[in-house]
């Protein structure tokens, strides 16, 4: 019996060991950038800054865009979009920006509403055409509802996602895997199911796919070509590859991005980092900029534009949203009050929150 009890341990071992083995052959050494010395300038400070935080968190490339006075006055790209090619990350590299999609969703929303006369208030049922219309048991959620995360919908759970058909992930099919809301707890409860159902929406009363209404609606009016709503990743170069830490040693692999929607409204945008400058422009000047109109709809007399998070970095008060998914990671943020937008898209999962450290950080150095 002992002799049993010591093959089992040693073959335990043995497997553990492998498996460490394993992790350090399919990883990547830590990126190392040199920092700039003794910087001098503002852009040169922030160079310095994003060149040490690459490889103290571990992080193969990342772009950074800041938007300040109505201008963009701060946009480049760091490290590798591909540590296997080595490939360099520009700014013309494709990147998820996984729920900062949601945004845009939102926009998208708001300029077909906008251009109806529809309140915001409306149930979302009523605008569905008849033969596409849910149960009674829907009626009385509304855009809103949908838009601030309090319909009562719940997501699905992941590990049922992994298994669902490809068929049935199709964003047409979305409601034939809606469960039946909790309309008597209707308190914000995040779940993306909220905004593949705006998504399922706008492409039912449009005629169109929900990739081609964002593009047509919100992606090219903001001079965003090369971005849109995909099916499938990785697309056709250039794409960028994410990834996260290993288990156990300090190195980096490679992850796998998977939709829980084709395409997801929440969370399946792709940009480029030169095109995400763009459209932060004019969301930085709200009334002002291109999506004015669609910033008032989703305020609807509030503050913050529903869809929208309110974020505080470094003391101060933003409007945006955080995203991560599959090895990417992202943060969009703007203050009317400051003028000043930043956004930093990532091909790392953010496990140690670089994400607001690095905005704190970036604050300190443009903000007076």
Not at 141 to 162: C, F, K, M
């Amino acid at each position: 019996m002992k002799r049993t009890i010591n093959y089992i341990l040693l073959g335990l071992a043995f497997w553990f060991l492998l498996f460490l083995g394993w992790e350090w052959w399919r990883s990547y050494p830590k990126v190392r950038l040199t920092p700039i010395s003794f910087p001098e300038s503002i852009a040169a400070r922030l160079d310095s800054l994003i060149a040490q935080r690459l490889p103290e968190n571990l992080i193969p490339g990342i772009a950074v865009g800041i938007i300040k006075n109505e201008k963009v006055t701060y946009l480049k790209a760091f490290g590798y979009q591909n540590l296997k090619t080595k490939d360099s990350l520009t700014l013309q590299s494709l990147i998820p920006v996984a729920s900062v999609s949601k945004l845009f969703t939102a926009l998208t929303l708001a300029n077909y509403a906008v251009e109806k006369g529809i309140s915001i208030d409306t149930s979302f049922n009523s605008i569905l055409p008849g033969n596409q219309r849910l149960s009674s048991d829907f009626e009385h959620i509304s855009l809103a509802d949908l838009l601030n995360h309090t319909s009562g919908l719940t997501d699905q759970s992941s590990i049922r996602t992994l298994f669902s058909s490809r068929e049935n992930r199709k964003l047409s099919n979305l409601p034939k895997l809606l469960k039946v809301p909790n309309l008597e707890n209707k308190g914000v409860h995040y779940a993306d199911v909220n905004f593949d159902l705006i998504g399922f929406l706008l492409a039912a009363v449009e005629g169109k796919t929900f990739e081609e209404v964002t593009r047509d609606r919100t992606l090219l009016p903001s001079a965003m070509k090369k971005s849109g709503f995909v099916m499938e990743w990785p697309v056709d170069p250039p794409s960028a590859s994410g990834y996260q830490q290993t288990f156990l040693w300090k190195r980096l692999e490679a992850r796998t991005l998977k939709f829980e929607r084709f395409p997801s409204p929440s969370s399946s945008l792709v940009v480029t980092a030169e095109e995400l400058s763009k459209a932060l422009l004019h969301l930085s000047r709200e009334n002002m900029g291109i999506f004015g109109d669609e910033l008032e709809w989703l305020k609807n007399g509030k503050s913050t534009p529903a869809g929208f998070q309110k974020i505080k970095i470094d003391s101060s008060d933003f409007i945006g949203h955080f995203g991560e998914q599959g090895g990417f990671s992202s943060l969009v943020i703007y203050s009317s009050e400051l003028d000043l937008a930043v956004f930093l898209i990532s091909n790392a999962r953010d496990k140690s929150d670089f994400r607001r450290t690095m905005a704190e950080e970036i604050l300190k150095i443009i903000v007076p």
